[in-house]
């Protein structure tokens, strides 16, 4: 799988639980360290945690993809699923604010999102 294939699904998961401000920001050849960010948003450290682990369980049961590393899932203002080529931050926004990601990477290309959900588009179409 391609890293801008697996951050249109993780970003697809992401919609598929309301999460709102979904962005994927492209850093390949910015950055060292991933080619894509995808950023998003939860209203709550309830639903933060649901868009995570909705990425985290369909990139695994759908794709046979685990992330690298994971972090700040118990608190729930801030959650990052490293894929290695994907960096997924779930966000409270305030928290989100407060990183400013986007203005840290405002050079980085924007990737426009699907339109469908990944159980509506059965995947394939990325």
Same mark, same amino acid.
């Given at each position: /799988? ?20 979904? =962005?994927?920001? #492209?850093?390949?050849?910015? $950055? ?5 960010? /995808?950023?998003? $948003? ?10 995570? #682990?909705?990425?985290?369980?369909? /990139? ?7 992330? %690298?590393?994971?972090?700040? %899932?118990?608190?729930? =203002? ?8 994907? %960096? ?17 990477? $405002? ?13 509506? $588009? ?5």
């Amino acid at each position: /799988m391609h890293s801008k294939e697996r951050a249109l699904l993780c970003a697809a998961y992401a919609l598929e639980k309301k999460a709102f401000n979904v =962005r994927i920001l #492209e850093v390949k050849g910015l $950055s060292s360290l991933t080619d894509y960010l /995808m950023i998003a $948003s939860g209203r709550s450290d309830r639903q933060v945690q649901a868009i995570a #682990e909705e990425i985290r369980l369909s /990139m695994k049961k759908e794709h046979d993809t685990r992330p %690298m590393a994971e972090e700040g %899932m118990k608190e729930g =203002r801030w959650v990052l699923l490293d894929y290695g080529d994907v %960096m997924v931050h779930v966000f409270q926004e305030p928290v989100r604010e407060f990183y400013d990601l986007e203005g840290l990477w $405002s050079e980085a290309a924007d990737i426009p999102l699907p339109e469908e959900t990944p159980s509506e $588009s059965k995947v394939g179409a990325y």
